[in-house]
């Protein structure tokens, strides 16, 4: 297998759970070693993005509190205390290598909002042509649940994308995806290479070990590094704990678990539908027209709609279900909530009538859905 070549892009994402003691609080010298890594690794040419956790770790320590925070304002609040403490710890670290860093807190509105998004992306390509690796965070002191990634494992993949990196390396305290949770089966074993992100491998990542001070988990992981693949981007989930990970991971060593990149890569319209635009409802299809989505590549009709959620107008982006439940696409309607309860399950050719308008036979065109 071979390495990653110089002067290429790459994101490294660090777990909460890499980042601090068992007691939940952070590790000063844990995070030494790493920046060590990081700048080893940006020395040897690359240009490195670092996203970071462990703003609310730090504030639960600095208060003292026995245990996270569930309550949206207590989150904030020790995210807000805790932040300039996890970014001065990076600041004195690469200081030490006299390597200038640059903090930028994100939410999920940066990336849905286009203007945001594009502002964003420049500061990032700026401060990489300036020498500055970029830290980034969830802006968890503002962030609301209808604004929240909720992890960072996704804010990484979502990052990953945004700089149109080569690789997203995800640093936990595990060896990677394994087969069985290895703490109940003797007999897991970790699984170094995915070809493609299954149904199957979801199921082995909801039942490897979890992490105790971290909001994510190896479910996380593999949902991140399905929206890289799609994106175009490798992805490796690998042991932040073991010496000079990235070397070794960019020499393109068996360690960890590595996502390939999916060979047939959505453009930038349908990469933005399917992950950046924010979803506004629900439209639940029958088998029919599912067939006809995933097998045929062809539009969303009137026909097999079941039955809508939400609340939407035309130009909006909404998610599509089966009747198991199970998401199938995103995509751009053409028409509102109120339309679409009133023409589904029916012909194309009957819509005019009921609506007393013709502008679209479709309720959302091919060009304008992403499977998912």
Same mark, same amino acid.
């Given at each position: 297998?071979?390495?990653?070549?110089?002067?290429? #892009?790459?994101?490294?994402?660090?777990?909460?759970?890499?980042?601090?003691?068992?007691?939940?609080?952070?590790?000063?010298?844990?995070?030494?070693?790493?920046?060590?890594?990081? &700048?080893?690794?940006?020395?040897?040419?690359?240009?490195?993005?670092?996203?970071?956790?462990?703003?609310?770790?730090?504030?639960?320590? #600095?208060?003292?509190?026995?245990?996270?925070?569930?309550?949206?304002?207590?989150?904030?609040?020790?995210?807000?205390?805790?932040?300039?403490?996890?970014?001065?710890?990076?600041?004195?670290?690469?200081?030490?290598?006299?390597?200038? &860093?640059?903090?930028?807190?994100?939410?999920?509105?940066?990336?849905?909002?286009?203007?945001?998004?594009?502002?964003?992306?420049?500061?990032?390509?700026?401060?990489?042509?300036?020498?500055?690796?970029?830290?980034?965070?969830?802006?968890?002191?503002?962030?609301?649940?209808?604004?929240?990634?909720?992890?960072?494992?996704?804010?990484?993949?979502?990052?990953?994308?945004?700089?149109?990196?080569?690789?997203?390396?995800?640093?936990?305290?595990?060896?990677?995806?394994?087969?069985?949770?290895?703490? $109940?089966?003797?007999?897991?074993?970790?699984?170094?290479? &995915?070809?493609?992100?299954?149904?199957?491998?979801?199921?082995?990542? $909801?039942?490897?070990?979890?992490?105790?001070?971290?909001?994510?988990?190896?479910?996380?992981?593999?949902?991140?590094?399905?929206?890289?693949?799609?994106?175009?981007?490798?992805?490796?989930?690998?042991?932040?704990?073991?010496?000079?990970?990235?070397?070794?991971?960019?020499?393109?060593?068996?360690?960890?678990?590595?996502?390939?990149?999916?060979?047939?890569?959505?453009?930038?319209?349908?990469?933005?539908?399917?992950?950046?635009?924010?979803?506004?409802?629900?439209?639940?299809?029958?088998?029919?027209?599912?067939?006809?989505?995933?097998?045929?590549?062809?539009?969303?009709?009137?026909?097999?709609?079941?039955?809508?959620?939400?609340?939407?107008?035309?130009?909006?982006?909404?998610?599509?279900?089966?009747?198991?439940?199970?998401?199938?696409?995103?995509?751009?309607?053409?028409?509102?909530?109120?339309?679409?309860?009133?023409?589904?399950?029916?012909?194309?050719?009957?819509?005019?009538?009921?609506?007393?308008?013709?502008?679209?036979?479709?309720?959302?065109?091919?060009?304008?859905?992403?499977?998912?």
């Amino acid at each position: 297998m071979s390495g990653i070549k110089k002067r290429k #892009r790459i994101v490294v994402k660090i777990g909460t759970n890499t980042l601090t003691r068992k007691d939940g609080s952070l590790n000063p010298e844990r995070i030494g070693v790493i920046v060590k890594d990081i &700048v080893n690794t940006f020395k040897m040419g690359y240009e490195v993005i670092l996203v970071t956790s462990g703003a609310i770790a730090c504030g639960v320590s #600095r208060l003292k509190l026995k245990k996270r925070p569930s309550e949206l304002p207590e989150k904030q609040a020790t995210a807000a205390i805790g932040q300039p403490l996890l970014m001065k710890v990076y600041e004195e670290h690469f200081s030490e290598y006299k390597i200038p &860093v640059a903090q930028l807190l994100l939410t999920k509105e940066d990336f849905e909002n286009r203007k945001r998004y594009i502002n964003a992306r420049n500061t990032i390509f700026t401060l990489l042509k300036l020498g500055v690796i970029p830290v980034i965070n969830e802006n968890d002191t503002i962030s609301t649940e209808e604004i929240k990634f909720g992890d960072n494992d996704t804010l990484s993949a979502m990052v990953a994308i945004k700089a149109e990196a080569d690789i997203l390396i995800i640093l936990t305290d595990v060896d990677g995806l394994y087969t069985d949770d290895p703490n $109940k089966n003797k007999n897991a074993v970790v699984i170094h290479e &995915v070809k493609r992100i299954t149904h199957e491998i979801e199921s082995c990542a $909801k039942c490897s070990p979890g992490s105790g001070f971290s909001t994510g988990g190896m479910f996380t992981k593999i949902k991140a590094a399905k929206i890289a693949a799609k994106s175009g981007v490798e992805t490796v989930i690998a042991n932040g704990f073991k010496s000079n990970i990235l070397q070794d991971i960019l020499s393109g060593a068996k360690i960890g678990t590595r996502f390939q990149k999916e060979e047939k890569t959505i453009d930038s319209k349908k990469r933005w539908i399917a992950f950046g635009a924010k979803v506004k409802g629900k439209i639940r299809i029958d088998s029919g027209a599912k067939d006809a989505l995933i097998k045929n590549s062809k539009s969303l009709l009137a026909s097999g709609i079941i039955a809508v959620e939400g609340k939407f107008d035309a130009g909006d982006s909404v998610a599509i279900y089966s009747t198991d439940g199970k998401e199938l696409a995103r995509g751009i309607v053409q028409f509102s909530k109120v339309e679409i309860e009133k023409i589904k399950g029916k012909k194309s050719s009957e819509i005019s009538k009921i609506l007393d308008k013709s502008d679209f036979l479709e309720v959302i065109h091919r060009d304008n859905l992403v499977l998912m």
